[in-house]
């Protein structure tokens, strides 16, 4: 049987909402179905505590893939963000009308490139990057400074999504099926550590769309559940607006301003088309995560005031 979280050469077929989709065999999924067992986790030498989660209690919901709980528990995750500057003016063209941009100064906004390395997780290992902007949140009515302070600093943050490749189906038929995110599959390298960040993202040709590298910001142990940051995000289902919220345990992690050693390369795909429609000026922030752990809740409905 394959070690917890573990990917194995065979594969089994599940079933998500009428579609079907291979997963691991003896994997998490395959085992219990979200429904993992903590102990059984506890046991990977990966996995360097597993007391964040034993504090949450998951739910059974229906959802338009099928019944489900919720949240999602990811036990040791990696991840990047580089924080660059954009204009205001090509921010809103690429935002539905309900949405503004957070603006770090009048007509200029904020703009992510973000890569994820799930290494263990209740859908089993996976790589995803994304593509997003920093929006005000649902229902407020002008931009205030605790907006703009905690969302730099990456304590609650509320985004738009315009790009999220991830590697495998499970990933992908849940995020776009049941999340309502911009999810196909497609090769993606993540490797992220103590001393360099990497990622390649491959296009549906198997050429670069979008790659970077950087040295790894100097990273900041910490108990867990000192340092716990929250991601709200909006997407639609079926026409109407919900959001989804990510509570993301910070165990290792550091930030560099104005980061030197960085390559960003833009080839030809879907994620280096939606950066360039945000014509980025510059990278003002890199933050890298080298150990942490995610709780991913389902979406809910959410009342969204039409700004136009």
């Not at 580089?82 to 063209?93: C, D, E, V, W, Y």
């Amino acid at each position: 049987m394959a070690s917890t979280g573990e990917l194995t050469d065979r594969t089994v077929e599940v079933d998500l909402g009428g579609r079907l989709v291979t997963v691991p065999e003896g994997g998490l999924y395959d085992r219990f179905r979200m429904d993992t067992d903590l102990e059984e986790v506890a046991r990977d030498p990966r996995v360097s505590s597993v007391d964040f989660f034993r504090r949450m209690l998951k739910s059974r919901v229906d959802s338009r893939i099928g019944p489900t709980l919720t949240p999602n528990f990811y036990y040791r995750i990696s991840t990047t963000r580089l924080t660059m500057l954009a204009p205001a003016k090509a921010i809103r063209a690429r935002l539905p009308r309900e949405m503004d941009p957070l603006e770090i100064a009048p007509g200029l906004g904020i703009v992510s490139v973000m890569t994820f390395r799930y290494d263990v997780c209740d859908i089993d290992f996976y790589t995803e990057a994304a593509v997003g902007v920093a929006v005000k949140p649902a229902r407020h009515g002008g931009l205030g400074l605790f907006d703009l302070v905690t969302g730099l600093k990456n304590d609650w943050l509320h985004s738009y999504v315009l790009s999220l490749p991830v590697n495998t189906e499970i990933a992908q038929v849940r995020g776009h099926d049941g999340y309502g995110f911009p999810k196909w599959v497609t090769d993606i390298d993540v490797d992220i550590d103590t001393e360099h960040t990497s990622a390649r993202i491959a296009n549906d040709r198997g050429g670069l769309d979008l790659a970077l590298s950087a040295p790894t910001p100097k990273q900041t142990a910490r108990p867990t559940g000192a340092h716990v940051s929250t991601l709200t995000s909006y997407t639609t289902i079926d026409g109407a607006w919900h959001s989804t919220t990510s509570q993301i345990n910070m165990l290792a992690s550091g930030t560099t301003r104005f980061p030197r050693g960085l390559d960003l390369q833009l080839g030809q795909g879907r994620m280096s088309d939606d950066l360039r429609s945000l014509k980025p000026i510059r990278t003002i922030q890199l933050d890298v995560t080298t150990e942490g752990q995610l709780a991913l809740h389902m979406p809910v409905p959410t009342s969204i005031q039409d700004r136009s």
